[in-house]
């Protein structure tokens, strides 16, 4: 039985999802969604995320307002991420493509 998670894997990119009544935090939404494009324990690698954005400001920045011209993008390892508000955040994590 698939259990609904407000995540699915498309075109090769991991998208979620997330609100402030979360019992976690945005920046844990997005190592959740990280490790599963990556298909890896990020604890088990040396990632940092801190090396690439601050997750502070994030968390800072989609607090009170997910509002929807808010955007993001950053390249953290070898994944591209997105956020958007939405009405809560839109998270979404790809492969980054060498050209």
Not at 42 to 69: C, G, K, S, W
Not at 76 to 99: K, M, Q
Request: proline share 3%; glycine share 6%.
């Amino acid at each position: 039985m698939k259990q609904n998670t407000n995540e699915d894997k498309r075109d090769d990119a991991v998208r979620g999802t997330y609100t402030p009544d979360q019992d976690r935090t945005l920046t844990e939404a997005v190592l959740d969604a990280i490790e599963k494009c990556k298909g890896s324990d990020l604890l088990r690698t040396d990632f940092a995320l801190y090396e690439d954005i601050n997750p502070d400001a994030i968390n800072n920045l989609f607090r009170h307002d997910a509002n929807p011209r808010t955007r993001v993008a950053f390249m953290t390892d070898d994944v591209r991420v997105e956020l958007w508000g939405d009405g809560g955040v839109e998270i979404r994590v790809e492969n980054r493509t060498i050209e």
